[in-house]
T-cell receptor, first 115, second 116 residues
Framework: NAGVTQTPKFRVLKTGQSMTLLCAQD?????MYWYRQDPGMGLRLIHY???????AKGEVPDGYNVSRLKKQNFLLGLESAAPSQTSVYFC??????????????FGPGTRLTVL | AQKITQTQPGMFVQEKEAVTLDCTYD???????LFWYKQPSSGEMIFLIY??????QNATEGRYSLNFQKARKSANLVISASQLGDSAMYFC?????????????FGTGTRLLVSP
């Protein structure tokens, strides 16, 4: 059982380049999330999805786009990378109902550096 | 708005001793859940323990327990019999319950170092 996987694990971009981060989950979860983690700031929600074909903005959505064409995949895109987007990106998923299944399961993270 | 505060940037504990990591929260909701996650140096976020606001008993999961004091709005994590492998960042988080969207609000974390 792979859980939540993210590709790539590391990436270095130049300012203005674009890239897509892929998140995949094999737990048949309805909800998926993208977070960024910066030093001293904890995790902040970028975008989320409550089901296939749906997306919504989180706390810090500017400069990012997302798509959820398939239930198991959630893509995060950077159209024109900026140094301020240097961060560690985490994907998470959960069922979306019930007390114990409120738990979000996280992927291993993608460390992105924008020069 | 919800807010999580973790006032301890770093904590040190000797192996086999117990340690308490502090977490206070602010919310106007009546129904909410509190979570603790562990982030080892490898980077992944690992779920440790969950406490619902209506749960009368403190949650326990093995060596982890959550000291939930609702009136004081605190949800401290207690790790008993610390092990070297417990060295990691620990994040407290909360979310509303009974809503369609489950936004988790995280604190800034506490770095725990367990020494031999």
């Amino acid at each position: 059982n792979a859980g939540v996987t993210q590709t790539p694990k590391f990436r270095v971009l130049k300012t203005g380049q674009s890239m897509t981060l892929l998140c995949a989950q094999d737990m048949n979860h309805e909800y998926m999330y993208w977070y960024r983690q910066d030093p001293g700031m904890g995790l902040r929600l970028i975008h989320y999805s409550v089901g296939e074909g749906t997306t919504a903005k989180g706390e810090v959505p500017d400069g990012y786009n997302v798509s959820r064409l398939k239930k198991q995949n959630f893509l995060l895109g950077l159209e024109s990378a900026a140094p301020s987007q240097t961060s560690v990106y985490f994907c998470a998923s959960n069922d979306g109902w019930g007390a114990h299944t409120d738990t979000q399961y996280f992927g291993p993270g993608t460390r992105l550096t924008v020069l | 708005a919800q807010k999580i505060t973790q006032t301890q940037p770093g904590m040190f504990v000797q192996e086999k001793e117990a340690v308490t990591l502090d977490c206070t929260y602010d919310t106007s909701d009546q129904s909410y859940g509190l979570f603790w996650y562990k982030q080892p140096s490898s980077g992944e976020m690992i779920f440790l323990i969950y406490q619902g606001s209506y749960d009368e008993q403190n949650a326990t999961e093995g060596r982890y327990s959550l000291n939930f004091q609702k009136a004081r709005k605190s949800a401290n994590l207690v790790i008993s019999a610390s092990q070297l492998g417990d060295s990691a960042m620990y994040f407290c988080a909360m979310r509303r319950l009974n809503t369609g969207f489950q936004k988790l609000v995280f604190g800034t974390g506490t770095r725990l170092l367990v020494s031999p």
